[in-house]
């Protein structure tokens, strides 16, 4: 069974926007109405000794953002409790009276809960004063008389033994005194509409830092999605997002049957503040990797084509200049991408290394004019270095997942492992480089890319109307290595598009395949060799009208530059900043297909 887009969040975001998308229908009637529920609670009683969590409010104003900015509920229809404001007796009276006394049938329900969980005799969200069992909420949920009902639960129930993992951190927490609760729901009760976990059974919910702020990995995912919905079911970069921050620890759930998203306007995000000095937007729709590397001049464009130019970038707020009048609330996208040339990697030590251990390490990797280190913990990176054994180092990614083939031999000195991993540490940059072409949703051209090995389709990415696609599964696609693997390409332009295939492994060097001309209405089929070395690996699938460069050179910093210099034109900004590069979003299409290679 194959499955739209890459990741284990495929179906659940698939679900999602189907059922937000036709509760659009719904909401276009005057009879119905959009209700909303969010709970996000960072700071918990000091005598249960669990540390703050970060990223629970952001949470909550993602999706008070998403939900009145994009999908059109009124604000006094979306009721938010935060912190102190979350205790369960305010939970217990807001569900009641917020929902319960208000919905009818066909309303549109969304109940939202980002903290900690425990598995305290069973799956239990915590409030600021007490738990809430699951399957007490599930109870609350089906007593409403709507089916129209998404639950989000940004939370987890498994205390992996420590609150954080690698650089991230965890939102469970092992069982704690809580006072007695009503008398819990006994068996599985089914949820009404649709349910997010953030995590199976097993594994873990996590918060990330992103660049200047932190939120709950699902909900900046499903937000995101959101944000950047295109034509068809073509979802953002967000699985991918979840797999290489945390890697394999993180295993999200949906529950409820999906279906298919119709044609939407994709949107970067929209106009929240418009003053004299220029226009604010909020971009929670652009993929986290590209936000950060926004530079002054980069352009946004609004619905009615006014031109926004970037001044400065606040964690998810943007200031701009627009060229005309705007108005808040309307919806903007990207136009032109200007990111440095001179972008450097963040490589973060883990805390199992000794304090000798980081100052070798931070004495050594202070030499790589590319790499920025940082503690754990102090900021997002892009990687992290650690012990793989009491006398081995390997590099690991930000949920401390160990990348295959990155570990030495034993009784390796610090600085000996980073001689050692120079190379692997110079293909992590060139990715990171090369993840500044993703612009599937930006694209205007209409096109679909399949990953099959032999008969069994694996992934589908299409910015075409109502594209064919495999019935979704819940897990990215493992792959044997030693069958077949290839890469199909179709397109509805009328004229032919020259295609890059690049696939990217964190322990090999970038493979580099021929250019592939595409004719119209004409799929092309290209064959694909499977890394050798086991773990995630992405096919990075570039296309453009105009030929790629003869020559491309084989090493992977100076072929992701060669890359961006080919996209680059500078004259489309009037006074670009130096040393950076210049993307105008509408010239190419960027997209990447992730598996797992065992």
Known sequence: MGYTRRSLLQTALLTLGGTLAGARRVWATPTSRKLALL???NQYPQEWKMPPLAGCGTDVWLQRELLCGRFGFAPADVLTLTDAQATRAQIVQAFAEHLRQQVRAGDVVVVHFSGY????????????????GEAELLSWLRQLPTDQVITVLDTGYDYPGSFAC???RVRACPPVPLAESAPQPQGTLRPPGVLFRAARAGSVATEALWPGFSAGTLTYALTQILWGTTPGPILVDVAAQIAQTVGSHQAPEMVGSPQSLPPTVGAAGRVVQVSNEGADCVLAGVPPWILAALAPESQLVTQQGVTLSLRARSGLLVKTTPAAP?????????????VPTNLSLTVALAADLQRIERVDATSALGTLSYVNTVKVGEQSADCLLGRVTPTTYGLFSPGYDLFPGTEG????AVKAAIKRLIPRLQNLLAAKLLQLTD???????????????????????STAPNPAVSSPSSGIPTLDPNRPLACQISHREPQPLYALPLTLHPSQPITLYPVQVIPPETPVTVALRPPSTPGLTELRLLLAPQAWPAFLPAEPLPLAQAILSHLHRPHVVKDPPKDTYTLPVDTWAGLSLLYRVV
């Open 39 to 41: 709970v996000g609670i």
């Open 439 to 461: 612009n599937l949703a930006a694209t205007p051209w209409q096109l679909t890319v399949r990953l099959v090995q032999g008969e069994q389709p694996l992934l589908t990415q």
């Open 166 to 168: 690698g650089n991230v």
């Open 409 to 412: 031999d034993r009784d390796e």
């Open 117 to 132: 969980g425990s598995r305290s005799g069973q799956p239990t969200l915590l409030a600021q004063d007490g738990g809430i």
């Open 326 to 338: 705007v108005t808040v609330g309307e919806w903007v996208r990207e136009r032109v991408r200007v």
